[in-house]
């Protein structure tokens, strides 16, 4: 069978692999010693910043508050009463009815007072804080996971990991891209010929493992700051939307496999064919094209990127022509052949026959006739 190449306008992409991750990501360890009383959030779901994840058992640390506040107390009545002696003190030292050493004592009874209310605001705020630091709150909105201690259990200040919470809008996706990738698509955002937002921002595409297609559009966010000099790369990060469905979970998570695609300007026409129509002669790709005298033509092409499933020819092939897609082992250079109109798109269901006199079905079916790797004598 034969068809003619599709045209369409495609893109020049370029193609990459990378892993999700989440934007921001927090492990979840208590700020006090305690035992646990209670375990509030269901694991796997999506919390709420400032959500209400565990409660400690504070009561050790109310205590504390408590004799916190009533040393505050104590500490402004004595201050108060310092004040007083002070002030009178001033107004006998006015008259000359006090001696200096009377007066200064005075003084440094009310500054050791007001030191001293000083100290007991701190120990109220700092017990006040253990009380507080016993509720543990979600400090990012995302997605917890499973709780590594459970209730009963001591927590150990700043040691015990109780759990892990990722954010999950948007995500990100780090991948390599070579310089001369990097370079070019900068110099294009730069002229404009890439569909970019606002400057310097550079279009992307993910797909996972089960998308036949791109179907993500996201944006470069971040490039970082060196290249590698090993490996000529240069770190970079797309960044992704994944909003929250109607019923169900959102689409991304972090971890996952992605396949990434870099648009590269603007579409330009191309010619498109099937990926079996194309074949290999020592490292050579080729077409068969059938000339108007319905002979079988070898072709030598450049090969493009795929597009819907099919490659680009780059070089090699001229809009209109007839590539026989189907059939490849039965035909050879300079054949002619009755050729079957085809369909590019469609599985290969026949083949162009050869009407060149053969001394059998079984001669048809094997020898010369059969070899697709055969370059043309010049």
């Not at 015990?160 to 990722?166: D, P, Q, S």
């Not at 970079?236 to 689409?251: A, D, I, L, S």
């Not at 819907?308 to 300079?334: S, Y």
């Amino acid at each position: 069978m034969v068809s003619q190449p599709v045209e369409m306008p495609v893109v020049d992409k370029k193609d990459y692999t990378g892993r999700t991750d989440a934007a921001e990501s927090v492990e979840i360890r208590a700020r006090v010693t305690g035992f646990l009383n209670k375990v509030m959030f269901e694991e796997g779901a999506e919390v709420e910043k400032d959500a209400p994840l565990y409660e400690i058992d504070d009561r050790e640390y109310q205590a504390d508050l408590a004799s916190a506040k009533a040393e505050h107390a104590g500490a402004l009545a004595h201050q108060e009463k310092t004040t007083t002696d002070f002030k009178r003190m001033e107004a006998l030292k006015a008259k000359g009815a006090t001696s200096a050493e009377e007066y200064d004592g005075a003084d440094a009874s009310k500054k050791e007072a007001d030191a001293s209310v000083q100290s007991a605001e701190a120990k109220q705020e700092r017990a006040q804080l253990n009380v507080d630091f016993s509720r543990i709150a979600a400090p990012i909105a995302g997605k917890i996971s499973r709780s590594q201690i459970t209730e009963g259990n001591l927590v150990n200040a700043d040691k015990t990991v109780l759990t892990t919470i990722v954010s999950v809008e948007p995500m990100h996706v780090y991948f390599d891209v070579d310089e001369r990738t990097m370079l070019t698509l900068r110099e294009r955002v730069r002229k404009g010929s890439l569909a970019s937002k606002r400057d310097q921002e550079i279009p992307v595409l993910m797909g996972l493992t089960t998308d036949k297609d791109y179907p993500h559009a996201g944006t470069i966010d971040f490039v970082e700051n060196r290249v590698d000099p090993r490996t000529g790369t240069i770190r970079v990060r797309g960044t992704f939307k994944n909003p929250r469905p109607e019923r169900g979970e959102r689409v991304l998570d972090a971890g996952l496999f992605a396949r990434i695609r870099v648009p590269i300007g603007e579409p330009q026409p191309a010619l498109l064919v099937a990926e079996r129509a194309i074949g290999t002669d020592q490292g050579q790709k080729f077409l068969y094209v059938v000339n108007e005298e319905n002979e079988v033509v070898y072709r030598p092409v450049q090969l493009g990127a795929q597009h819907d499933g099919l490659r680009a020819i780059d070089e090699g092939l001229k809009a209109g022509e007839r590539v026989i897609i189907d059939g490849l082992q039965r035909v050879r250079p300079g054949s002619v052949v009755e050729p079957k109109p085809g369909d590019m798109h469609s599985r290969p269901g026949g083949a162009a026959r050869d009407k060149r006199p053969a001394s059998g079905d079984a001669a048809g079916e094997s020898g010369a006739e059969k070899k697709p790797t055969e370059t043309p004598s010049q």
